[in-house]
């Protein structure tokens, strides 16, 4: 009996090792295979890899990284990182894509009102989703967002209503928070109410820009008695705040515009300044222009006399392929004219005049459900984005959206005058 105990036993540890030397040669087989992944593309020369990853998409990139330390060190290095944002910017010169960013859910999501926002990439040739990312904000808008142009795939995201400012990559899922500005503080200080934030003139809008020395956010607003700041009074019209990243601090600038801005016009960025409009001064509005690297202001010398002349409710201006564009609809005709300035700023030049009557103009599916040419017959449309095929991606300030793209595309029919 004892005999047959023992060899039970001697059987069943003999069969433990044979299983434990199958998973052995199982580990090492697996280890061996990806060994094999992994180094075979170091037979490749170094610059050939580096090509290739150029011409990579960011999310794609940010998987290879895990596969190798040194393909972490080449993707991870500024200048790979510089060459790499300027193919793609060349690549969006002929496949341009739009940026759509909502707080409307994504089909198979489930969004968190006020904390969730979501980044559609749309190729404006064919107008598919490429790509869609929900991304969660610890910090709450109160349902008041407002969100800056696209600067090298970043946007700054924030509100008024809250302490909220957050700069994003949606391409990375990366986020910052950032502190809140002096402008934010001095809002909350005042404690206006739901019909005070309804019937306030604040310029909420923000500018993120690229300098020599790094990325910038600018904010200027108009001085009114509930964005006072004792810690820096100010004699003038108009104050401006500028965020250090590296300090990651606000800070003022003491030199501003005597000239009260235009509350309902976003800033445009082009050709290495921010511009706004100016209130009405003796029946005439000006264009404020912001030097990014000396952080100085000044009057555009020249503006046409059409757009001078009107009520800034009736001009739009906005960044096409880096430079600055100003349009206005005409009340009549629906015919818009867009003029664009040239480097030198002394000239302008009439781009496109699109008549809207003539456009395919569907209502559209976006929450709003307006009348495309109808909607306002004065305010003019933002020209987002131009394809080489005839077709333009408009936006309206009806629509209501996060971003200027929230607009529908389609064919147009316009008089090229260049």
Known sequence: METAEKRVMIASSSQRKRKRRKIRRIIRKRRRRNEKLVTAPSSLPNDVIEEIFLRLPVKALIRLKSLSKQWRVVIESLSFAERHLKI????????????????EKET?????????????????ESGSVLSFSLINFPQGFFNCTFVSENCDGLFCIHSPQSHSVYVV????????????????????????????????????????VKAAAGYKLVW???????????????????????????????????????????????????????????EPYNARIEVVAFDIQTETFRLLPNIILAIADSDPNHIDMCSLDNHLCMSKREHVTMIQDIWRLKPSEDTWEKIFSIDLISCHSPRTEIRDMFEWSQKDMVEPST?????????????HRCSRGLNPSLAISFKWKMMCEE
């Open 169 to 208: 990559n949606p391409a990375t899922r990366w986020l910052r928070q950032l502190p809140p500005s002096r402008f934010q503080i001095s809002m909350h200080k005042f404690y206006p109410t739901r019909e005070d934030w309804r019937f306030m003139d604040s310029l909420f809008h923000l500018a993120f």
């Open 88 to 103: 793609a910017e060349q690549y969006r010169l002929v496949h341009p894509k739009v940026m759509v960013i909502t707080d």
């Open 220 to 278: 200027l607003y108009n001085c009114e008695n509930y964005n006072a700041d004792a810690s820096f009074p100010s004699e003038g019209v108009t104050k401006c705040e500028v965020f250090d990243f590296r300090a990651n601090t606000w800070r003022y600038l003491s030199c501003t515009p005597s000239y009260r801005i235009f509350y309902n016009q976003k800033p445009a960025y082009a050709n290495g300044s921010v511009y706004w409009l100016t």
């Open 108 to 124: 198979g999501w489930t969004l968190r009102p006020d904390t969730d926002i979501g980044f559609r990439t749309f190729c404006l």
């Open 383 to 395: 020209p987002v984005a131009v394809c080489k095929n005839k077709k333009i991606l408009l936006s």
